[in-house]
């Protein structure tokens, strides 16, 4: 049962859904005559009001449901003329159940959309084939749409912070954990983990595939990394004289401010280029000094200080870029490294093909699930056809509504949806023999019904909803036509229906949801970042600088977007659905970042060693990079149910051979890295058969 803050959303929707509902139905239906105009008029409200979970505020709601107006149309007359023939209607259903259900590659607003959009083709692809009749379902859908649109404006959702806002408030404490006396590291990591995209309203998360969007969404991860990064300098113990780190810190703090304020008023953009010039005057003074006569450099501890408020830098000097180009839509002056910020200078038409076509896998979550609806619905539909069912579109509905990402999900969810449609189809059942054909008493019954049902039923739970809607339905038909209480029959039997569809569906389709994909696109992702670290540290340690291109990231990335979607759906699951326990996937993708920074930035900022490439610092440097790219393969075959043998201990010994001071910047990148890698491999669960 929902409780607390979650009640007033549902009862603000189901306030806006029955009066939509009850300004298109009745006006069509009693003053205008039009029953089949009063039919579309009634479901168009609750397929974009109440099946579809449109995030958003009022305005926001508003602009999707009017989007979606014309989409909707195109539907209806597309089913209208696939009435005709079963094989033509299906054949349409998997065509338009698969693009609607791949819609969620768009965002969240698309993917709440889709389903009700679905439910547009699904009522008008059943017989009777009645082309004259369009007109009227057109109509009738375009009224019930524009009223509610127009409910959602007068009715609305209070809004929420933008993500740019929330971006500026990180960046805020950002900058004053960069000062000396500001927040505690737990402070700090708290105010990283609000930028989380499951802490984010929906309608706010920058999840589209436009630029914008891409550098928001970039920003978001670059300032949780920047505010762990502070975190673990305010924590760790800082060298007692450092005037050079103390001033390159107070750049990065007027840097967030900056950031902050330009993010709130699109106005006084950070001068471009300051904090990287200061990075290099950094780290100019850093050579300098570890290239002087033995005994002159700097301590180990100062090394090893300078080289994490010099990874800090870097991710603020992405905020700076991120931000140019969250707030212009492209980067004022060429982004640097080119390939970590790829999209940048690419069309949004390219980026979109690429974001589809990206997704156009089995190994991408969002790819199975569409097809796991298309093919649902699809057997639906010919079986509703084949078998002649009354109301048969209920039979898809059945399937669009109760379907889950797993098999036993689905169970459960089927089995409490027959329960309360059989209690709401004996009830209706007696409601009709008891009133007859009482019209008048019907029309009085609909739109109490309809308030209660739409928030009692999400409130108390699956059962209460299926049972509910019976009772809505028997009344609205009820009024449109002459039923009998075979009308809560043949709703009883395509619930059964649509449900041991959907049963099979789920078992024969991915039956275990995103338990194993998970694994195998973390253990994918995993290989792939492993090989950058030999390659950034061959980079790091040539004695020319420059000698070479920087490591090839763009397969990496791509394959932490799948594992992140996977991981998406994976948290979405319930409990039931995931192994006890179960490995630290937000370690993994913690990781991955780590490595596909730390290649872009250590080549181009990182102290290189001026000794012979044989020296034991560098050997050592060499060998432990291979011994990383070992782990990660190793752990990647733990999580795909491997065995593999036990690995070499990635830290250093107490009383081990001495650091060399020169690589020290790959030896802090490297360490790190270690410890993220012990802390994965004490957390895995091999995946189940």
Not at 92 to 102: D, K, R, T
Not at 183 to 201: I, K, N
Not at 375 to 387: E, H, I, S
Request: hydrophobic residues 50%; aromatic residues 6%; charged residues 15%.
């Amino acid at each position: 049962m929902i409780t607390g803050a979650d009640r007033a959303p549902i009862l603000r929707r189901a306030v806006r859904v029955t009066v939509a509902v009850s300004a298109g139905f009745y006006p069509l239906l009693y003053a205008a005559g039009q029953p089949i105009a009063a039919v579309y008029a009634l479901f168009a409200p609750i397929a974009l009001g109440l099946l579809s979970a449109v995030p958003g505020s009022g305005r926001q709601r508003a602009s999707v449901v009017l989007r979606a107006l014309p989409v909707a149309l195109v539907l209806v007359i597309l089913g209208t003329f696939l009435a005709a023939h079963t094989w033509a209607a299906a054949a349409g259903m998997l065509v338009v159940g698969f693009v609607l259900a791949f819609a969620t590659v768009a965002g969240p607003r698309a993917a709440g959309a889709a389903p009700g959009l679905q439910l547009f083709y699904m009522l008008a692809c059943f017989p009777p084939y009645a082309p004259g009749s369009l007109a009227e379902r057109l109509s009738g859908l375009a009224v019930g749409t524009l009223v509610l649109a127009l409910c959602e404006m007068l009715l609305p959702e209070p809004p929420a912070d933008s993500y740019r806002d929330r971006l500026a408030t990180a960046l805020d404490t950002a900058a004053r954990g960069a000062s000396p006396g500001g927040p505690t590291p737990g402070e700090l990591r708290e105010a990283g983990s609000r930028l989380r995209l499951r802490d984010v309203p929906p309608a706010e998360c920058p999840a589209g595939a436009g630029r914008r969007e891409r550098a928001l969404e970039q920003g978001g991860r670059t300032v949780r990394r920047l505010l762990d990064q502070l975190a673990a300098l305010a924590a760790a113990p800082s060298p007692a004289v450092d005037p050079a780190s103390a001033t390159l810190l107070g750049r990065v703090a007027e840097l967030c401010t900056a950031s902050a304020r330009f993010l709130r008023t699109g106005k006084d953009q950070p001068a471009a280029g300051e904090l990287e010039r200061a990075m290099r005057s950094f780290q100019a003074e850093r050579v300098r000094l570890t290239s002087g006569p033995p005994g002159s450099a700097p301590p180990d501890d100062v090394l090893r200080h300078q080289s994490r408020v010099l990874a800090l830098a870097e991710s603020a000097r992405m905020v700076e870029i991120t931000t140019d180009i969250g707030v212009h839509g492209r980067p004022t002056e060429p982004p640097v490294p080119r390939r970590l910020f790829w999209y940048a200078e690419l069309s949004n038409p390219r980026l979109w093909a690429r974001r589809v076509t990206g997704n156009v896998t089995l190994r991408s979550v969002l790819f199975q699930n569409a097809v796991r609806t298309a093919l649902g619905l699809t057997a639906a539909r010919l079986v509703a056809g084949y078998l002649d069912l009354a109301h048969g579109f209920w039979v898809l509905l059945a399937v669009l509504t109760l379907g889950r990402t797993t098999a036993g999900e689905t169970w459960q969810a089927v089995r409490r949806a027959v329960a309360g449609t059989a209690v709401g189809a004996l009830v209706a059942g007696l409601l009709l023999v008891g009133l007859g054909t009482h019209t008048d008493v019907y029309a009085g019954l609909l739109a109490p019904a309809m308030l209660v049902g739409f928030a009692l039923g999400p409130l108390l739970g699956l059962a209460y909803t299926q049972g509910l809607f019976t009772l809505i339905v028997a009344t609205a038909f009820a009024q449109v036509s002459p039923v009998t209480w075979r009308l809560s029959e043949a709703r009883m039997i395509d619930v059964v229906t649509g449900s041991v569809i959907g049963l099979l569906c789920g078992l024969l389709a991915w039956p275990a949801g995103a338990g194993r994909e998970v694994h195998r696109a973390m253990a994918r992702l995993l290989r792939s970042c492993g090989t950058l670290v030999p390659v950034t540290a061959q980079e790091l340690l040539q004695p020319s600088p420059g000698a070479s291109a920087s490591p090839q990231t763009l397969p990496s990335v791509h394959l932490l977007r799948l594992a992140e979607a996977a991981y998406g759906q994976y948290r979405s699951e319930s409990a039931s659905a995931r192994e006890p326990g179960g490995a630290d996937w937000h370690a993994v993708l913690i990781s991955a970042n780590h490595i596909i920074l730390g290649a872009h930035w250590l080549p181009r900022f990182g102290l290189r060693p001026l000794a012979a490439p044989t020296a034991p610092s560098i050997e050592r440097a060499r060998g432990t990079a291979a011994d990383l790219e070992a782990e990660a393969d190793r752990i990647a075959l733990l999580l795909t149910g491997g065995r593999p043998v036990p690995g070499a201990s990635l830290l250093p010994a107490a009383g081990g051979v001495p650091q060399a001071p020169l690589p020290v910047d790959l030896e802090v990148w490297m360490t790190g890295l270690a410890h993220q890698f012990r802390r994965i491999e004490g957390s895995i669960t091999p995946p189940r058969p």
